[in-house]
């Protein structure tokens, strides 16, 4: 069993910045990826950036540039930093952990969200 808690956010104006944390408990041996997602209302959830083995990122075409994933494994945290901020990046945000147990079944962990609103 993973748990994940996630920080950081909160009300930002447009160019502003905000960093949300997601802290890992539990299992954590299993993770071997982990990832933000966000979803806004009427909108499907969306991949926003992960990372992985060797610490290897990926990133959504439209926060490329203005938003940067990376994690402290001594903390067993992950970081989301979101630079630049717009509008359109109005939504509730998810950190999710891709895990497998000692029997390779395939876990998805989600933390509980946070809200993040763009807004003058």
């Known amino acids: 069993q993973v748990q994940l808690v996630e920080s950081g956010g909160g009300l930002v104006q447009p160019e502003g910045s905000l960093r949300l944390s997601c802290a890992a408990s539990?299992?954590?041996?299993?993770?071997?990826?982990m990832g933000w997602y966000r979803q806004a209302p009427g909108k499907e959830r969306e991949l926003v950036a992960s990372?992985?083995?060797?610490?290897?990122?990926n990133y959504a075409d439209s926060v490329k540039g203005r938003f940067t994933i990376s994690r402290d494994s001594s903390k067993n945290t992950v970081y989301l930093q979101m630079n630049s901020l717009k509008p359109e990046d109005t939504a509730v945000y998810y950190c999710?952990?891709?895990?497998?147990?000692?029997?390779?079944?395939?876990?998805?962990?989600w933390g509980q969200g946070t809200q993040v609103t763009v807004s003058s």
């Open positions: 999710n952990a891709d895990s497998f147990d000692a029997y390779l079944r395939r876990y998805m962990y």
């Open positions: 539990g299992s954590i041996n299993g993770i071997v990826m």
């Open positions: 990372i992985g083995a060797g610490d290897n990122t």
